[in-house]
């Protein structure tokens, strides 16, 4: 039985169209959320989003497949818009839901926009999921750790999940998959960049054989204040012991290309004066997508006219109202 609501509004309002955003990897994406908020395989140290809510390896409809079907069509019937990429991703893990293979098959009926997958990768060991994928143009799995007990702690996986199973999908996937696949790594400090570990991964990513391999670190606030960044030269290191295909994620300040006012800016800092609000509150609150939500805060921090707390294992963000600030968030991204 599909759930009455999700992420806190009727299925039948529930936004799954977000963007057109900027991406450090994909350039101009125009996201597609297909998983409530906060419904993962995973539970990472490092995400930005916060805690997850449910950790789950049950695959359903999360989220109507007609409804995002719907929503993306009258999306694109508006007009021409500068999309680089259509992209199912979010804040769970897009595969969960098991009518991602029949959503893809139904939006390249609608556009010759190319197809991406951002997932964590942990459940293309099953055969389905893999079958789901295989008419993407892009699939960008991730793989934090090699070593179970490195796994545990970076990923903290549902218990089901064994990362040698995990990798083993990978393997097989790519062997049958005609698109492009790239891989990320984010390293947290002390936790999966030793050199031993930073080894596996190389054999591992030998038997995957992807198209790239890009490292990435904790740039943003994460769920847990044990995660920490490593420095571009550890990055680089990294990098000459995985080799040739391996890519270091730039870091640029960009916000959404379809969000232009500046009211917004002054909504959520409006919002945080009155209280400390974690991603999920100014989600709801101002009826913004999380991701959305979660570009102006990036640029707000930037410009320093919010700050977070990690409490209670969440991170909120409030206002430094003390501060008197020049220009605003978009005028400070595209300077």
């Known amino acids: 039985m599909l759930p009455e609501v999700l992420g806190g509004r009727e299925v039948s309002s529930y936004n799954c169209i977000f963007g057109p955003v900027a991406s450090r990897r994909l350039g ?16 990472c140290i490092y995400c930005q989003l916060g805690r997850t809510t449910r950790k789950t390896v049950t695959r359903r ?37 098991s ?7 139904e939006v390249k009926k609608l556009t010759t926009i190319p197809i991406a997958v951002l997932t964590n990768g942990s459940l293309l060991y099953q055969s389905r999921v893999q079958q789901d994928l295989i008419e993407a143009d892009l699939v960008l799995p ?37 698109g492009r696949m790239w891989l990320e790594i984010l390293f947290s400090r002390g936790v999966n960049d030793d050199q031993d570990e930073v080894e596996r991964m190389k054999e591992a990513i030998k038997d ?32 000459s012991i995985i080799g040739s295909k391996a890519e270091i994620i730039p870091n640029f300040k960009e916000i959404s290309h379809g969000i232009h006012q500046r009211s917004l800016e ?29 570009k102006y805060l990036n640029a707000l921090a930037d410009l320093g006219k919010v700050d977070y707390v990690v409490h209670g294992k969440q991170v909120y963000y409030k206002s430094r109202s003390s501060i008197q600030w020049k220009g605003n968030v978009k005028e400070s991204l595209e300077g």
């Open 142 to 178: 991730s793989l934090d750790a090699v070593t179970p007990s490195v796994f545990r702690v970076i990923n903290r996986p549902h218990h089901s999940l064994d990362i040698k199973k995990i990798i083993e999908g990978m393997i097989t996937f790519r062997r049958a998959y005609k």
């Open 28 to 43: 101009t994406s125009l996201g597609v959320d297909v998983i409530p908020y906060k419904i993962c395989t995973y539970d």
């Open 208 to 239: 995957i054989k992807p198209d790239k391999v890009q490292l990435n670190t904790v740039i943003r606030p994460p769920s847990e204040d044990v995660a920490h960044a490593l420095s571009v030269d550890q990055l680089k290191a990294i990098k």
């Open 61 to 97: 409809e999360y989220v109507p497949w007609k409804i995002v079907l719907n929503q993306l069509e009258s999306f694109l019937s508006e007009g021409n818009h500068d999309i680089d990429y259509i992209t199912f991703s979010g804040c769970g893990e897009p595969t969960l839901n």
């Open 266 to 294: 002054e909504r959520i800092l409006s919002l945080l004066r009155r209280r400390p609000c974690t991603i999920e509150d100014i989600s709801t609150g101002l009826n913004i997508h999380p991701t959305i939500a979660l």
């Open 99 to 105: 009518e991602i293979g029949r959503l893809t098959k």
